[in-house]
């Protein structure tokens, strides 16, 4: 088998059966299986998807809502692949995209995790990487107001999370939308961290990949997928208290297991004191729902940041 595809579903119906359609038409020149993992989906999805696609998948019933790393884990046990490609539910193959991936994953033996270019719905560039692993520094960056005014006129939409040029890149982690792995990495490291239920598990991972088994990380030019971001969250768009708290305790994690508690809570008083200015300006300039949502993002801060002192203190 030369790859698995994990997919996780959750109250996502529409948003997998195309996905699903698109991966069986685009596909070709490959032995893969899908694996799809269902996580108890209340709107019944999961049960309607493994009738509408019967032994097109191999279908896993998590028996509850387990987020991300513990579904991914739990399909990982059946994956027969020499590669596993994890993809969201919310994306759309383009090309033969898989073919892409494992093409070079089989030319590259030093490369242990790839990805594609990410393209919005409209065909935009869109988060597909992060030039470089996240740290400090890269969140004190992204919190500046000076800066971003300055990419905004100078640089091309998601200049360090697209790969413009035609060739492949090393980059710091690809996104959890299109992540291609060798399987023999998992034996190595470990699987998905279970303390993330979801977002930066694959931050996480690639940490642990990179500094544990040497591998690269590798943006693929010439493949490409389209994402529409957040969608079981109501979309990229819209602010979501629920997604932006399940991100924020993802990040904790990952920050807490790559560089230590300390970074851990310097990581959120960056966020803490870049929301707080974030809501004066908003304030200043009579944008109340705007202001409304800094000072709730900021609350969350507060809160995470108050337990991890606590905890930082009991030791």
């Known amino acids: 088998m030369d790859v698995s595809v994990i997919m996780i579903n959750y109250n996502t119906f529409e948003l997998t059966k195309n996905a699903l359609e698109s991966i069986f038409a685009q596909t070709e020149g490959i032995d893969y299986e899908l694996i799809l993992v269902d996580n108890l989906s209340p709107d019944g999805s999961g049960e309607k998807l493994r009738e509408l696609f019967g032994k097109k998948i191999v279908y896993v019933q998590s028996g509850g809502n387990l987020g991300t790393s513990k579904a991914f884990n739990l399909a990982l046990r ?48 869109a988060h597909s990487f ?3 692993f996240p740290c400090l520094c890269e969140e004190r960056k992204d919190k500046s107001l000076v800066l971003a005014v300055l990419r905004k006129i100078f640089r091309k939409p998601f200049f360090n999370q697209y790969n413009y040029t035609k060739a492949p890149m090393q980059v710091g982690y690809i996104t959890g939308a299109d992540m291609m792995i060798r399987a023999d990495l998992f034996a190595q490291v470990g699987g998905f961290d279970e303390d993330i239920f979801m977002y930066s598990e694959e931050v996480e991972f690639t940490w642990r990949a990179v500094h544990g088994a040497g591998v690269t990380v590798m943006s693929v030019p010439d493949a490409h997928i389209l994402h529409l971001e957040g969608a079981s969250f109501g979309g990229k768009q819209r602010y979501s208290p629920g997604r932006f708290a399940s991100g924020l305790d993802g990040s904790v994690v990952m920050y807490t297991k790559c560089y230590g508690v300390k970074t851990a809570v310097a990581y959120l008083r960056i966020l803490r004191r870049a929301y707080r200015k974030f809501a004066f300006i908003a304030g200043c300039t009579g944008m109340r729902e705007t202001k409304r949502m800094y000072q709730e993002k900021r609350a969350a801060v507060e809160e995470r940041l108050a337990r991890l002192k606590a905890k930082e203190n009991c030791k």
């Open 78 to 125: 059946q994956a027969k692949g020499t590669y596993v490609l994890w993809l969201n539910t919310d994306i759309l193959i383009k090309e033969n995209f898989i073919k892409k991936l494992f093409d070079y994953m089989q030319s590259d033996p030093h490369c242990g995790i790839c990805g594609g270019n990410v393209l919005d719905f409209a065909g935009r560039p």
């Open 130 to 132: 992060r030039k470089v």
